[in-house]
């Protein structure tokens, strides 16, 4: 029931651990064709290329009105008789026109009268060449040319871009399904009033929405009470469900502490424990070419076990690059101790020194030691290092835009 | 039918526009109330505290053993004849326990044997007290304290704090309706193949997309051809139906470029012409206290006004902080000339040298001179700056996550 007992210098590093994930599991990446406006935020599978050149056939750069060039071979010409449609005809930016015109004169050098008659105002050393202030056919955008490239997160200005060049729908990258289980006999769900001895699950819904920002599909399934068989179920539903699960709690030494026990025995285990904090008994094992992962109960602990762990193993499973949390540098306004043998999370309120320089303050919660959610950043202390001094410079990682914080 | 010409030096600059329109429009801020889960990404309107303790009444703050601390007053006692279920329970992290206990210790100082008999592996001096190991009630969370400031962006580490202290509906800003109105005789939808002097309107789903991560609700109408009465009719429709209002096209000095005339009309006038290109014709006005703004029709013009004119605008409205995009220095790698009287957007393409050093290359479109979208980050020329020089640090505003860029 009890797990072996390791000491903290035994456990591994957070990158240990990834390490020894990603040499056993390497998820095969697979794709699927998506309506255009659904690839928002999807990552592209293949390079995009613009299906026609456009303009058609070709446009005024400007707005003008389209002439002959020919009128103009042998100088400015007598304009007195011209009449609009027949010497001339309007062409604004972007306008085609009839072919009996090839250049293009902007609105500021001609006068046109009521009467559709016209005075030039050009400069008299105005040359004239065919095609002047027109654009050639592809000369905005040239069929077979790339307008959004493979691996990229599709943005706003990519849908315009590909939906300029005739595609309609894309190859994107399929979102892993990640499941999340919530276990534990004083769990109760968001919305009721917890009575003695029970605990409101909010991992699920952190959970969730967390998956989704890291571009996973969140698979949330019910809460399971510490039962073996009921864990055991669960877990096999969720590996025929899903490519990643993720069980919260059970994962230390408490009686109800299977959870680990079954996810580092259903497959082949990677680690249990590890040298970070909240959320050091944490549990990885890869079962049915699937990450199995048992994340500490703690909501704290949860966070940080998706933040260092399951965020990573999201971007393998999307074959894309890890897009971590922005860091930033900022001063600490107290000293902060660390525990030196595990990267601890601590969480940070940020704000801002007259002089602009960022300023970090712990955002201790003294009663129990669990980092309170929803700070502005996180500072995850380095081994080995054991304080961090008041004035000294340190990394952060922020969870709200810079703009936000004053 | 042609507009005042004003040289380039009369025109005003970004922020002088800014500056006006926000000195005669001042929107109120409204809210509404919408369940947690809708919450997320959405700009909370009221502080949120917890509505109860927890934990409720206690929680053992390790995996261990329950016991009465009195049995202990006296030393560690002799525990042969002691049995689980009487002198002592299990007790987990989290767990409450029965009012017959009063301290634990952790898992790891005890053996229980399998006849629920206890053996105890305490070092002597071990001093017991009442509570120890053991987390009172509130000490998790205390009623009462703050769990989500107003005015962030509701994340998804703030929907479980808000979760665990019993937040279930929350107050947030409500999203400013942004109307866009596509104008253009050459336009065609998206999914159809241009004919001869047809172009595709992809400035509707940029422009939705944009409005939508700039936190407005997008409402996006048909494309409406170059007909005054039309136009006049969509504006009126619009400026019933929306908060802000975007007409894109038709602001320059071409025969149907009447929508800036229009929208001047019809409120007060704050500008026609700005100091940055693409885009230059573009007008602002202000109409029953809604912004009217006519972006100029060239996808990349249309762009720029909705990051230069319309995210501010779009902040305002929500009574929030400007989140702009991310600036990072970087290294050109060519020259780059630039106006000088205006503030010009330069595409820019983004790669890392062997240093990590970033560095910057401009993503010319030579053959029309506007830049093309879907690049990586956005170079603004400033005023008074003719060039960049090869070598030279400039500021340059992400459009991708530095993560996906080499």
Redesign the interface.
């Known amino acids: 029931m009890?797990s072996d007992?390791k000491t903290i210098q035994e456990h591994l590093s957070k990158a240990e651990i990834l390490r020894r994930l990603f040499e056993i599991w390497n998820p095969q990446i697979r794709t699927e064709s998506v309506p255009?406006?659904e690839a928002?935020g999807r990552i592209l599978a293949e390079d995009q290329r613009a299906?026609?050149d456009?303009?058609?056939?070709r446009?005024s750069?400007m707005?003008g009105i389209a002439v002959r060039s020919a009128d103009f071979r042998d100088g400015i010409p007598d304009t007195s008789s011209w009449k609009i449609g027949r010497e001339f005809v309007?062409a604004?930016?972007?306008?085609?026109f009839d072919d009996a015109y090839d250049s293009v004169i902007r609105?500021?050098d001609v006068r046109i009268g009521r009467d559709g008659s016209l005075t030039l105002c050009l400069p008299e050393e105005t040359v004239f060449e065919p095609g002047m202030n027109v654009?050639p056919a592809g000369?905005?955008l040239k069929k077979g040319v790339l307008?959004?490239r493979a691996?990229?997160?599709v943005?706003?200005?990519?849908?315009?871009?590909l939906?300029?060049g005739?595609i309609?729908s894309v190859p994107v990258i399929r979102k892993p399904r990640v499941g999340f289980i919530p276990t534990?006999d004083?769990l109760i769900s968001?919305?009721n009033?917890?009575?003695?001895?029970?605990?409101?699950d909010?991992?699920s819904?952190?959970a969730?929405?967390?998956i989704r920002?890291m571009g996973g599909e969140p698979v949330c399934y019910p809460i399971i009470r510490d039962k073996r068989e009921k864990l055991k179920e669960i877990v096999e539903r969720a590996l025929a469900e899903c490519d990643i699960i993720l069980i919260n709690g059970g994962s230390?030494?408490?009686?109800?502490?299977f959870n680990a026990e079954i996810i580092l025995g259903r497959g082949t285990a990677v680690s249990h424990w590890v040298k970070a904090a909240p959320g050091r008994p944490m549990g990885v094992a890869v079962a049915d070419g699937k990450p199995l992962i048992n994340l500490s109960?703690?909501?704290a602990a949860a966070?940080y076990g998706l933040e260092w762990c399951v965020r990573p193993v999201i971007a393998r499973a999307l074959g894309?690059?890890?897009?971590?949390r922005?860091s930033v540098s900022a001063v600490m306004t107290e000293d902060l101790s660390a525990p030196g043998v595990i990267e601890f999370l601590c969480m940070i309120n940020v704000s801002r020194r007259e002089d602009g320089v960022l300023l970090a303050t712990p955002a201790h919660n003294r009663?129990?030691g669990?980092p309170?959610?929803?700070a502005d950043a996180m500072l995850i202390t380095e081994l080995g290092k054991t304080l961090y001094r008041k004035g000294e410079t340190a990394e952060i990682l922020l969870?709200?835009?810079?703009?936000?914080l004053e």
């Open positions: 009890i007992k255009l406006r928002y299906q026609f456009l303009p058609v056939v446009a750069s707005d309007r604004d930016t972007g306008d085609d609105i500021e654009r000369s905005m307008l959004a691996g990229r997160t943005t706003a200005a990519d849908l315009a871009a939906e300029s005739g309609t534990g004083e968001a919305g009033i917890p009575q003695r001895g029970q605990n409101i909010c991992n819904i952190l969730e929405f967390m920002e230390s030494k408490g009686e109800a502490d109960g703690p909501t966070f894309s690059a890890l897009c971590p922005r009663m129990n669990n309170p959610l929803a969870l709200r835009p810079l703009g936000e």
